[in-house]
């Protein structure tokens, strides 16, 4: 009887510590440069992000080529000229919750936040402070944030010709479905 207590408590435990971690492998990253003569969108749904809620660590990475435009020539542009993607194929947040509230998995809630940490882009690393949620509704939990860089910031040049169709402050959109990490057992 000693022996069934333990291994149920053992289990329970082993559960209660897998709930901390969050993992996401196709969170969708759209960006929006909006100016008078044309807008500009592409959304790459290839994000992976890990969430420690023990921690407090959040991770996120895009492949940049993973991003889709609706013309065949703009992702062209974006992933040779742009951010050349052949030698900065990714970018990536790596930062910390900052007053990480108790988050209860196991009940519907809204958990709002502010995340700090480094973004790199382009070969460029800067600091960042955005606002972010999570969403725990009937068991699934889903993150947003929706935060704006200035492309200066990561070293990525416009040409003259075009710096009139391309905004020089981009907005982000990320929204994220996270599985609860299950135990090894």
């Known amino acids: 009887m000693k022996r069934l207590l333990f291994v149920l408590v053992m289990v329970a435990v082993a559960q209660l510590h897998a709930q901390k971690r969050l993992l996401c492998r196709n969170a969708s990253v759209k960006f929006f440069s909006k100016m008078p003569l ?3 969108e592409a959304v790459n749904n290839q994000g992976l992000s890990v969430i420690d809620l023990a921690s407090g660590n959040i991770e996120f990475s895009v492949l940049l080529k993973g991003f889709i435009f609706p ?3 703009m ?3 974006f992933n040779e000229n742009y951010v050349e993607s052949s030698k900065y194929p990714r970018a ?3 930062g910390v919750i900052q007053s990480i509230p108790v988050i209860d998995l196991t009940k519907n809630a809204d958990y709002n936040f502010t995340v700090k940490g480094t973004m790199k882009l382009h070969g460029q690393s800067k600091e960042i402070s955005t ?3 999570l969403h725990v509704k009937e068991g699934k939990v889903t993150g947003e944030s929706i935060f704006e860089f200035v492309l200066e910031d990561y070293a990525i040049q416009i040409p003259k010709l075009v710096k009139d169709k391309i ?3 981009i907005s982000i959109n990320v929204k994220a479905i996270y599985q609860i990490q ?4």
């Open 75 to 77: 992702q062209e542009h």
């Open 38 to 40: 044309e807008n500009i």
């Open 71 to 73: 013309n065949a020539l």
């Open 182 to 185: 299950k135990p090894n057992l």
């Open 92 to 94: 990536q947040f790596k």
């Open 131 to 133: 606002m972010a949620q």
């Open 167 to 169: 905004a020089p402050k």
